[in-house]
C-alpha cells in the first residue's frame, strides 16, 4: 500500500506545481476513456507539443460475487502525449497506464486487486474558447488476458 501514497503524492505536487510555473495547464473531465467510466484530470503542457497526465476515478463496483460487492473501485490514469497541429484544432497520440485500486469485475470475470492497465490512444482536442477544451479519444486499453477499444468525451478548462 505504500505505493499508493506515494503516487498520489506524486499527483498532489504535481498538480501544485503547475500553477507555480507559467505553462498551460488543462482540468478536465473524460467519460469513459482511460478511467473506465468516469475521470478528472489534470494535464501540463511539458512543451506546445508535449503533455504529461494524470487523473482521479472512481466507481462502486456491484458485482455478483462476494469479492467485489458494494466496493468502490479507484482509478489512477497517468500518461504522456504528443500534440500534432497548432491553433484551436489538434490531433493528439500518447499512451500510459491506469493504476487501480480496488477488485473490479467485468463479465463476470474478476481483476484482482492493485493492477494497472496499459492504453494508447489517439484523439482530436478542440481549443473552444481562450479557456474551454473539448476532446475525444479513441483508446485501447490492456489489462492482462483482457483488452478492448474503448472512447472517451473530455470536456474542460485551460489556463
Request: proline share 1%; charged share 15%.
Amino acid at each position: 500500500m505504500f505505493g499508493w501514497y506515494k503516487i498520489k503524492f506524486l499527483i498532489i505536487i504535481s498538480f501544485f506545481m503547475g500553477f507555480v510555473f507559467c505553462q498551460k495547464n488543462n482540468i478536465y473531465a473524460e467519460l469513459g476513456g482511460a478511467g473506465y467510466t468516469k475521470t478528472l484530470n489534470y494535464e501540463r503542457m511539458l512543451t506546445n507539443s508535449i503533455i504529461a497526465r494524470l487523473g482521479y476515478g472512481f466507481e462502486k463496483e456491484n458485482g455478483t460475487s462476494n469479492v467485489s460487492d458494494n466496493e468502490f473501485i479507484k482509478f489512477y490514469p497517468l500518461g504522456a502525449a504528443y500534440l500534432v497541429g497548432a491553433g484551436e484544432h489538434r490531433f493528439e497520440i500518447g499512451g500510459g497506464m491506469t493504476l487501480l485500486d480496488g477488485t473490479l469485475e467485468m463479465n463476470g470475470e474478476v481483476v484482482e486487486k492493485n493492477q494497472s492497465t496499459l492504453f494508447i490512444g489517439s484523439g482530436y482536442r478542440y481549443y473552444i474558447t481562450e479557456g474551454l477544451l473539448f476532446g475525444v479519444k479513441g483508446y485501447y486499453l490492456s489489462l492482462g488476458k483482457f483488452s478492448a477499444p474503448w472512447i472517451g468525451i473530455s470536456f474542460g478548462w485551460v489556463f
